[in-house]
C-alpha cells in the first residue's frame, strides 16, 4: 500500500513529505494506522547527523500512538482495532536483560539505528523501489507503519492517543530518570538541567517521589516558567546561577540526585552536574551525547568520584521496562497524579514537521505533537 511520510534524504538534513510503498506486514507484524507522534528530540539528532542512522533514505519518529487495522501471520499479542503505542526498544522478553526486568536494556536495542526490520529487511520502499529506514525500529512520521509486535504495547482505549502518545518516549523516560535513574527520596533536592519534552517528566518523577526542592534548570525562560506548573519548585538559566540557591538549601552539600535532560549534553554539562551533587549523590545522563564528537570536552573532575563516592548513571527509557511502565503511567495521568495534556505545546500537521522541529530548537514547545488526518 502507499503512505505519506516524514523523509530523511541525507544527514545533516532535512524532512521530507513523501509518498512511500509500504508492504505487507509479516510474521509477527501488524500494520497501524497512525494517529499521532510526539516530536522528540532524538530524532532531531538523526536529521542533524548527531546520532547518525545506518541506512538511508529513513523515515523518523519513536514516540507514536495509532489503531491496529491489520496482523500479519504468526500475531499472537494484538487483535484488529487494539489501540497501540510504540517502543523504541522492541524487548523480546527472553534475553539475559529483560529476563531481569530490564526491558529496556534488551538486545534488540542494537538494532535501534540499524534502520532494518528485526529481520534485516525493510518494510518501507520508496516509489522507485530503495529501501527506507525507521528509527528505532518504529518510523511514526508515517500515516501508516508495520511494526514488529515486540515494538509495540496495547494500551485501553479511554485515552486519547494524541495524548497517550506522549508515554511512549517523553514521558517514560523523564520519569524513569527521576524516579528510577535518580531514586529520588522523599525531601531530597533535586536539580533537573533541561526542562523540555523529557526533562518535564523528570520534574514530575521528582514530584511525585516527594522531592522537598525540584530546581529547574534551563535558558529558556518559558520553560523556566512551564516547569513550575509540573513541580519545579524554582528555576534558573543555568548551573552558575542555580548554584548560590543550591548551596542555602543543602548547607552547602549539593543537591541529591541532578537529571541532565538538556537536548544535547557534553562533558563540560556533566561536570557542571557532577560537581552540583552531594558527596554519595546521583547525576543521571539522560540526554544524549554527539556520536561523532571524540568525547575529548574538557570540564569533567572525575577525582569527585572516587574521593566524594559521586555517581554518573546512564539512564536508558528512564531504566524502566515499556511493557510495565506505559499502562502505569497512563494510570497515574488518569488518577490525576501526572500531567499529559499540557505537555503538548502545539499539535501539527505531517507536512508541518520542519516548522514543529523548528518551534523545538527555538524553545518555543515543551513537545509538539504531529496529529495524522
Ligand atoms: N536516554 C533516553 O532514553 C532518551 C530518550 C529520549 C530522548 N533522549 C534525549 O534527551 C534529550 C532531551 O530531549 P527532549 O526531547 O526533552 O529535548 P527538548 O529540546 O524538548 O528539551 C531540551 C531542553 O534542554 C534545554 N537546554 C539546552 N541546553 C541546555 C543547557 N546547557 N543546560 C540546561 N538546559 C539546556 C533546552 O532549552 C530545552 O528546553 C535529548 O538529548 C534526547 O535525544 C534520551
Ligand atoms: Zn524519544
Ligand atoms: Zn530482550
Given amino acids: 500500500m502507499k503512505t505519506r511520510a516524514a523523509v530523511l534524504r541525507e544527514s545533516p538534513g532535512e524532512w521530507n513529505i513523501e509518498e512511500l510503498e509500504l508492504d505487507e506486514p509479516k510474521g509477527g507484524e501488524v500494520l497501524v494506522e497512525m494517529v499521532a507522534t510526539g516530536l522528540c528530540h532524538s530524532d532531531a539528532h538523526v536529521s542533524s547527523g548527531d546520532n547518525p542512522i545506518g541506512h538511508l533514505p529513513a523515515v523518523g519518529g519513536h514516540e507514536g500512538g495509532g489503531i491496529v487495522r491489520k496482523l500479519g501471520p504468526d500475531v499472537t499479542d494484538f487483535e484488529v482495532g487494539d489501540h497501540v503505542l510504540t517502543s523504541f526498544i522492541p524487548a523480546c522478553g527472553k534475553c539475559r536483560w529483560c529476563a531481569s526486568g530490564m526491558q529496556n536494556l534488551c538486545d534488540n536495542g542494537a538494532l535501534i539505528m540499524q534502520g532494518h526490520q528485526l529481520d534485516g529487511t525493510f518494510r518501507m520502499h520508496t516509489t522507485d523501489g530503495k529501501d527506507v529506514a525507521t528509527t528505532g525500529l518504529c518510523g511514526t512520521f508515517s500515516e501508516w507503519q508495520v511494526y514488529d509486535q515486540l515494538s509495540l504495547v496495547k494500551i485501553d482505549k479511554d485515552i486519547p492517543l494524541e495524548i497517550a502518545c506522549l508515554v511512549a518516549c ?92 538538556a537536548g544535547l549534553v557534553d562533558n563540560a554539562l556533566i561536570g557542571e552536574g557532577l560537581a552540583a551533587v552531594r558527596k554519595a549523590g546521583t547525576v543521571v545522563v539522560t540526554g544524549v551525547s554527539s556520536m561523532t564528537e571524540d568525547g575529548t570536552v574538557p570540564g569533567l573532575n572525575a577525582s569527585h568520584l572516587a574521593m566524594m563516592q ?30 499529559l495534556d499540557e505537555l503538548v505545546t502545539k499539535t501539527y500537521s505531517l507536512d508541518q514537521i520542519n516548522d514543529a522541529y523548528d518551534d523545538m530548537e527555538a524553545g518555543r514547545n515543551i513537545r509538539g505533537v504531529i496529529r495524522f488526518a
Fill in 170 to 261: 517523553g514521558v517514560q523516560t523523564g520519569f524513569g530518570s527521576a524516579t528510577t535513574a535518580g531514586n529520588v527520596q522523599p525531601g531530597d533536592v533535586v536539580i533537573v538541567a533541561g526542562v523540555g519534552g523529557i526533562g518535564m517528566n523528570a520534574v514530575q518523577g521528582a514530584r511525585e517521589s516527594g522531592a522537598a526542592h525540584i530546581i529547574a534548570v534551563d535558558p529558556v525562560a518559558d520553560k523556566q516558567r512551564w516547569a513550575l506548573d509540573f513541580g519545579a519548585t524554582e528555576s534558573f538559566a543555568s548551573f552558575v546561577e542555580s548554584a548560590g540557591r543550591v548551596a542555602q538549601l543543602t548547607n552547602g552539600q549539593g543537591a541529591d540526585v541532578v537529571i541532565l535532560s
Fill in 310 to 339: 559521586k555517581t554518573i548513571r546512564g539512564a536508558l527509557f528512564g531504566m524502566k521496562s515499556p511493557r510495565e511502565a506505559m499502562p502505569l503511567l497512563l494510570e497515574m495521568y488518569r488518577a490525576g497524579k501526572i500531567k
